[in-house]
């Protein structure tokens, strides 16, 4: 599954192992699936729900720095539904060279589809609330170091990880 392999390779760009529930094995296997239920299907431009359909087909369409909504990178995607739900200013700080800006849980669920979430929470085995906290924990540091030098990465997600790697 396209989720397992996104997330063991963003595990060890986070430090971890390919897998275990904790630390940064951990940490990449909940981006992992929530950036592989992005990028097939759920993306929130088609997520359907309410007050929240359409806007990252928008922000795809109308996306900063170079990023890309959806195919083989959903990062920018991401990053777009972000910053149309109020986190604008955190978002920018995990792509530009300062201080990571935190994010809490809770506006990572008030962020996501409710439906990409579930999926997210049904693959990794945790609650919707557990599994908005691992985002909202794991994300800054790894969009951080997806894009050093203050761009999302044009390419597929898969190439830009093992660049970073090297």
Do not use: H
């Amino acid at each position: 599954m396209a989720g397992n392999d996104l997330g063991s390779l963003l595990g060890g760009l986070l430090g971890g192992g390919q897998s275990g529930q904790g630390g940064s094995g951990g940490a990449g296997k909940i981006l992992g699936a929530l950036l592989g239920a992005l990028s097939s299907g759920g993306q929130a431009g088609q997520a359907g729900q309410t007050g929240q359909t359409g806007q990252a087909g928008q922000a795809a369409q109308a996306a900063p720095s170079g990023a890309a909504g959806g195919g083989s990178n959903p990062l920018g995607g991401l990053l777009d539904l972000l910053q149309k739900s109020g986190l604008a200013d955190q978002a920018k700080s995990w792509i530009g060279t300062g201080n990571n800006q935190p994010v809490s849980g809770a506006q990572v669920k008030d962020a996501l589809p409710d439906d990409t979430l579930r999926k997210v929470a049904d693959e990794t085995g945790v609650s919707t609330d557990q599994a908005a906290d691992r985002i909202a924990e794991s994300l800054p540091q790894a969009v951080d170091k997806l894009t050093p030098e203050g761009q999302v990465p044009s390419g597929s997600l898969e190439d830009a990880i093992r660049t970073q790697r090297l």
